[in-house]
C-alpha cells in the first residue's frame, strides 16, 4: 500500500485556525476557564463560553434539562453571571487555551440592540478569537419579547450595531424557528457578519409528565436538541451554504464523525457539538475526531475541504 | 426507528410509604419504588410546580432519601406524607467504591444519609465500619441508631458538646480516630469546610479518602457545566471523590 | 373494590363521535379503501385518506420515505389518483366504514385557491365525516411554492374558499414550520374552519449519504415525522388550545399510550398516529387505544373528558 | 438519549464483487456484504442520483440479485461492474416459510432469484425439492444450473418450445408435474398472470401454496400504501402470501 499521510483536520474559520472542525456549542459546559480547558485538552477545535449577557442572571428554575429519548429539552434561561464575571472567566481562558492553540469563541446576548452592542464591546476587550452572537434562545421568550432571530430586519440592526464594535470574527447563531432561514442569513451577512452559526435550538418544545399533567420544565417550554433535531439542521446548513457561501458552524444533533462528515457534505466548514456531552462527557470531542479522521484516511481525503459542500454537487441528471 | 419513550431520563413518580422525624430538621422518606444505584450516587427530585433538587440515596432499595429542611424545597418535601408522591430522575454521578478492609466513615449533617447507603454495602460484605457522626448539638445527630444496628462502631461529635463528648468539630475527631482506630480508608460526606479540613488530613496521613461534594445542581447529566468544582463536574465526575492519600 | 366501569374513550370531534381518539393521519396506509377498512378494523377511532388533489400525481421519485432513526424523513410528493379516482375510493371507503362506526375524514389540497375549492366541493359530495385541508406539506414547494400554511392571510384565503363550498365539519391541518403558528391558527378558524390537525412534517430536513455524498431523499429534502418532532407537536397543541380553545388532532410522533395522553393534557381533542405503523402495522391502533384504556382505568378517569387540557391548569404558584 | 444513528435503515453501501451475464436479460451481481435475511424478502436497492427500487435476494450471505434489464434503473444497474457501488435498505416483508417433505418450485422469469434462495435452505435440511423454470424461450430460462448444483430436479419449460419440450405456458407445466410428483407444497415467483393461475390450482388440489407477488413499492417499510394488494401491503405483509389449499 502506498504510503498514506495523516488527514488534516484543520480548519480555517473566518480567518481563524481550528485543530479540527469540532467546536463545543455555547451552553455546554461553558461556564469556567477550568472546564473550558479540558473540553480543549480532550479534543476540541475550538470552545464556546455559555453566553453571557450585559447583567448577571440566576436562570430559570429547575427542572432547565431534560433527556427525553430522541433529544434533550431544555429552558435554563441563560443563566450567567453577567459582562463583568464573564470578561474575567473569558481572559483566564484564552489564557489556558492559548498555549494549546484551541480558539475560543465568546458568545453574547442581549435584550435590546444597545445591549449587544455593549457586551460585544466588553467581551472584545478579552480578546476571543470569534465573537457569536446568540440572537436565537428561544427559552426566554416571555421576558425578551420574540428573539432578534425571528426577524430579518431585527437580525440585522443587531448583527450592525455589534459589528460596529466588534474588531474580532464575527458570527450570528440562527435559529430554526423561521419560516425562511436563508432570508436571516442574508441580512445579517450583509449586516456585517463573518458567518454563521446553524442552528440553536428547535422549537421550542414541550414534554409533560402525565402522572401530574405538569410540562416538566419549569419554564413549561424548552429548546430542543439532540439527535432529533440533526436533519433539520443539516438541511439548514445546505440551504444557507447553497445561498451565502460564508463559513458556517454547523450545530445541532451531532453525536458521532458520520454526523460531522454529514454537516461538511452540507457545506459546514466547523460543526458544533452540545447534546453529545452526554454520552461521554468532554472525552466525546476526541472520540469524534478520531471518527472524523478514520473517514478521511479510509477514504483516501487529504484534508476535509475536499468533502465541503460535496451534496451541492450531487445532481440527478434528467432521465 | 423506536418509539419516542427509549432511553429517556424524564422524572419518575414515587410514592412515599413512609416519612419518619429523624431530627428536629431531617426527615427520612421511603418510596415505594426502588434503583439500581451505588452508595454515593444522587437522584433529582421533582416536586411538580415547585422545584427540582439534588438528593443523595440514603437506600437505593427501596428508594430511601434524608432530607434536611433549609429552604422553600425541602420545606415542601417535608410538608408531604405517606401516600403523597415525589418524582425523581436518576440515579446519578460516581459513587464510593469499597476499598479496604477497615473503613472511617465521617458524617456531617444529613452527609449520613449517603454514607449509611455505603455502611450497608460495606457490612454487607463482612468490613468492619467505623463511623464518626458529627452536628452542631447531640440532637441533631443523625441516624446513628442506622449505623448501629447496621453493625458499625458509632462515634460522635458535636458543636457544643452536648453528646457528653468534649466540644469539638468534625475534623479534630476524625484525627483523633485516624490515630486510635487506624483505618485503611476514609469516607466523608457533609459540609464543604468539613470535607477541605479531612482532605488534607488524608493527604496528611496518607490516607486514602472518598469525599462526596456539593455544588448547584441544573441538569444532573453533565450538560449545563452549573456544577463546576475546578475542571471537575459534581454530577457527572463526582459527586464522590477520591483522594489517593 | 368499588366495581369499575370500563372507561369511555370516544371523543366528539367538531360534532362527529369518534369511538376513540386514535386517528389515522393523512398519507399513511390511506390509499385503498380495503387498507382504510383494515385500519379502522384493527381499532383506529378515524381514519384520514392519504391526501388527493385535483390531478393524478406520480410523486417524487424514490427513495421517498426513510427511516433516519428518532423518526422519519418523507418527500412522498403527494402522490395521488386525482379527485376523480379519489372520490370513488373515498366512497367504497365510506361504504365499509359506516358499518363500523369509524369516521372517515377526506384530506384534500391543491396549488390554488380555486382548488382548494374544487377538490373540497368534490369531496363533499362522497361525503366523508370531515374534511381535512392539507395546506401544509412541505415537500412540493419546488412545484407548488410555498405552503398556504407560512402565511396567516394566504391560510385564511383557502380556508374561506373551502368553507364556502363545505357542509361537513372542516378542519385545517397546520406546518410547524412557522414563527408564529397561532396565528395562523387563528386565521384559518376566523376564516371558518371548526377544528385544526396540528402538526404536518417537520423542516424540512436533509439526510445525507457520506459515502456517496448524496442528500438520499430523491427530493433532496423531506418532511421530518416521528418521535424525533414530539415535543415540538405537544408545545404547538399546547399553544393552540390556550389561545383558540378548538378542536385538535394532536399529531406528531405519538407511538405509545402515554404519548397520547400527554397531546389531550396538551389540549388535543383526538390524536393522529402517523409514523408509528411502522411498529407493528395496522396493529399499532389496538395497542396504543389499549394503553390509553389502562391508563384511564389504573388512575380512575371515566373518559378523556377529565384530563383534556390539564396542562394548562398546571400554574406555578410565586414562591 | 442515545446516538442518532440508533436502529436506522438508511441505505448500506455494498461493493460488486462479481457480476455475471446469467441469459441475455438478467445479471447476477454478487455484492462484499452479507445480510441476515430469509428466502422471499426483499431489498431496496439505491442507485444515488437515479432511483431505489425493490429486488428480492437470491443469496443474502453474500447477497446477490439477480436483475432483468427493463427499463432505466436496471439499465443503470446492468451498467455497474465489479468494484462499483451500490446501496441497499432492507431486508423487508416476509419470506418463505419451509413446509413439507416435497416441494415443488415455480420460477417464472426473474422470479427465480428468490426461489434458489429458497430452494438452497430446502435442501440444506434435506428437503426434496423440483423446480420449474419457465421462461418465454431457451436463452431466458434463469438460474437452471444454479438450481440443479443445489440438488433441485429441474423441469422446464418456454412459451415457444425452443427447451425441445412442447410449448406451454408455466401453470400448464406446474399442473402436470403437481400430477406426476404430487409435491405436499408449492412456491412461486413470476409475473401476476402466472401466479394467479397456480393459486387457483392450488385451491383446485388443496395445496399449500406460497406465492411471492410484487406491487409498487415506495417506502418498503408499511407506511405509504403504494403496494397494496387488497387490504394487504406487499412490502410489510408480503412480499409472500400463503394459500393454505
Ligand atoms: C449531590 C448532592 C447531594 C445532596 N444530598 C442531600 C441529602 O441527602 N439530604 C439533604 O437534605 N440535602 C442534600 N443535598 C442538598 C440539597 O440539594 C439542598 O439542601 C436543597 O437543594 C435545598 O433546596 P431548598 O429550596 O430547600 O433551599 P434553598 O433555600 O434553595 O437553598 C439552600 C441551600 O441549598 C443548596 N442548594 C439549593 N439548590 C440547590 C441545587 N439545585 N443544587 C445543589 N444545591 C442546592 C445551596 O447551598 C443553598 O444555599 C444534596 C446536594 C447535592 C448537590
Ligand atoms: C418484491 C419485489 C421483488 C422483486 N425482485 C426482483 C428481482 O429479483 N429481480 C428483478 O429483476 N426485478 C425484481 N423486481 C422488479 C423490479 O423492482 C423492477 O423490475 C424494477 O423496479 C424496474 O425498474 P426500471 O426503472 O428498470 O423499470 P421501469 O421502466 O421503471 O419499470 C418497469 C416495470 O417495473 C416495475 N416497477 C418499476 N418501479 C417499481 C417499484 N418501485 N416497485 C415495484 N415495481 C416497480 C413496474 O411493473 C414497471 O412497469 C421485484 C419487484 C418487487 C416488488
Ligand atoms: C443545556 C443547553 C444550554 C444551551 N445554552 C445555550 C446558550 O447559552 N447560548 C447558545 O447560543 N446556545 C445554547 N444552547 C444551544 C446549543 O449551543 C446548540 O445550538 C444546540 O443545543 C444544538 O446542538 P446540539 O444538538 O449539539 O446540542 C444550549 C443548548 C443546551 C442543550
Ligand atoms: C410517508 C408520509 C406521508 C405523508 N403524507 C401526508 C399527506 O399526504 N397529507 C398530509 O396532510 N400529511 C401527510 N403526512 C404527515 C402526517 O399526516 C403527519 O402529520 C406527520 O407524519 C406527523 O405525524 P407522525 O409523527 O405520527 O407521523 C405524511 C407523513 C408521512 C410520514
Ligand atoms: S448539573 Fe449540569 S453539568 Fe452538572
Ligand atoms: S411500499 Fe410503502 S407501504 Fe409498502
Known amino acids: 500500500m502506498a504510503e498514506q499521510l495523516s488527514p488534516d483536520l484543520r480548519v480555517n474559520l473566518c480567518g481563524v485556525l481550528l485543530p479540527n472542525p469540532l467546536v463545543l456549542a455555547s451552553g455546554i459546559l461553558g461556564t469556567t476557564a477550568e472546564l473550558m480547558e479540558r473540553v480543549a485538552k480532550n479534543g476540541a477545535g475550538a470552545v464556546t463560553c455559555k453566553s453571557c449577557g450585559p447583567e448577571p442572571r440566576a436562570g430559570h428554575p429547575n427542572p432547565t434539562v431534560l433527556d427525553w429519548g430522541p433529544g434533550l429539552i431544555n429552558a435554563v434561561g441563560l443563566a450567567n453571571p453577567g459582562i463583568d464575571e464573564a470578561v474575567e472567566i473569558l481572559r483566564e481562558t484564552r489564557r489556558r487555551l492559548q498555549p494549546l492553540g484551541v480558539p475560543l469563541i465568546a458568545s453574547v446576548f442581549a435584550d435590546s440592540v444597545k445591549g449587544f452592542a455593549e457586551v460585544t464591546r466588553r467581551v472584545c476587550a478579552v480578546p476571543p478569537d470569534l465573537v457569536e452572537l446568540n440572537i436565537s434562545c428561544p427559552n426566554v421568550e416571555a421576558e425578551f419579547g420574540r428573539p432578534f432571530s425571528l426577524d430579518p430586519d431585527a437580525a440585522a440592526e443587531v448583527t450592525r450595531a455589534a459589528r460596529a464594535v466588534c474588531d474580532r470574527p464575527l458570527l450570528v447563531k440562527l435559529s430554526p424557528n423561521v419560516t425562511d432561514v436563508v432570508a436571516i442569513g442574508k441580512a445579517v451577512v450583509a449586516a456585517g457578519a463573518d458567518g454563521l452559526t446553524a442552528i440553536n435550538t428547535l422549537g421550542p418544545g414541550m414534554v409533560i409528565d402525565i402522572e401530574s399533567g405538569w410540562p416538566i420544565l419549569a419554564n413549561r417550554v424548552g429548546g430542543v436538541s439532540g439527535p432529533a433535531i440533526r436533519p433539520i439542521a443539516v438541511r439548514i446548513v445546505y440551504d444557507l451554504w447553497a445561498h451565502l457561501r460564508v463559513p458556517i458552524i454547523g450545530t445541532g444533533g451531532v453525536t458521532c464523525g458520520r454526523d460531522v462528515i454529514e454537516m461538511i457534505m452540507a457545506g459546514a466548514t466547523a460543526v458544533g457539538i452540545g447534546s453529545a456531552v452526554i454520552q461521554g462527557g468532554p472525552a466525546v470531542f476526541s472520540r469524534i475526531a478520531a471518527e472524523v479522521r478514520d473517514y478521511l484516511a479510509s477514504h483516501g481525503y487529504a484534508s476535509l475541504n475536499e468533502i465541503r459542500g460535496l451534496a451541492h454537487a450531487r445532481r440527478h441528471m434528467e432521465p | ?245
Not at chain 2, 227 to 239: A, S
Open chain 2, 1 to 245: 426507528m423506536r418509539d419516542g419513550t427509549w432511553n429517556p431520563e424524564l422524572p419518575l413518580p414515587m410514592t412515599i410509604r413512609e416519612v419518619r422525624q429523624e431530627t428536629p430538621a431531617v426527615r427520612r422518606f421511603v418510596l415505594d419504588g426502588s434503583l439500581t444505584a451505588e452508595p454515593g450516587q444522587f437522584i433529582m427530585v421533582w416536586l411538580p410546580g415547585i422545584d427540582e433538587k439534588p438528593f443523595s440515596l440514603m437506600n437505593a432499595q427501596p428508594v430511601t432519601l434524608a432530607v434536611a429542611e433549609v429552604g422553600r424545597f425541602t420545606r415542601a418535601m417535608h410538608q408531604l406524607s405517606q401516600g403523597d408522591r415525589l418524582w425523581l430522575r436518576g440515579p446519578f454521578g460516581q459513587g464510593f467504591t469499597l476499598e479496604g478492609r477497615h473503613l472511617l466513615l465521617a458524617a456531617g449533617g444529613y452527609g449520613a444519609a449517603p454514607l449509611a447507603f455505603l455502611a450497608r454495602r460495606a457490612r454487607g460484605e463482612g468490613r468492619r465500619v467505623a463511623v464518626l457522626v458529627a452536628a452542631r448539638s447531640r440532637q441533631h445527630l443523625l441516624l446513628v441508631d442506622e449505623f448501629r444496628t447496621l453493625g458499625c462502631e458509632v462515634y460522635t461529635c458535636t458543636d457544643d458538646g452536648s453528646d457528653s463528648q468534649p466540644p469539638r468539630l468534625a475534623p479534630q475527631a476524625v484525627e483523633e480516630l485516624l490515630t486510635s482506630l487506624r483505618p485503611d480508608a476514609l469516607y466523608a460526606c457533609g459540609p464543604a469546610g468539613m470535607l477541605d479540613a479531612l482532605e488534607a488530613l488524608a493527604r496528611q496521613y496518607h490516607l486514602p479518602a472518598q469525599l462526596s461534594r456539593e455544588a448547584y445542581m441544573r441538569c444532573g447529566i453533565g450538560v449545563c457545566g452549573s456544577c463546576t468544582c475546578g475542571d471537575q463536574l459534581v454530577c457527572r465526575d463526582g459527586p464522590v471523590f477520591r483522594i489517593a492519600g
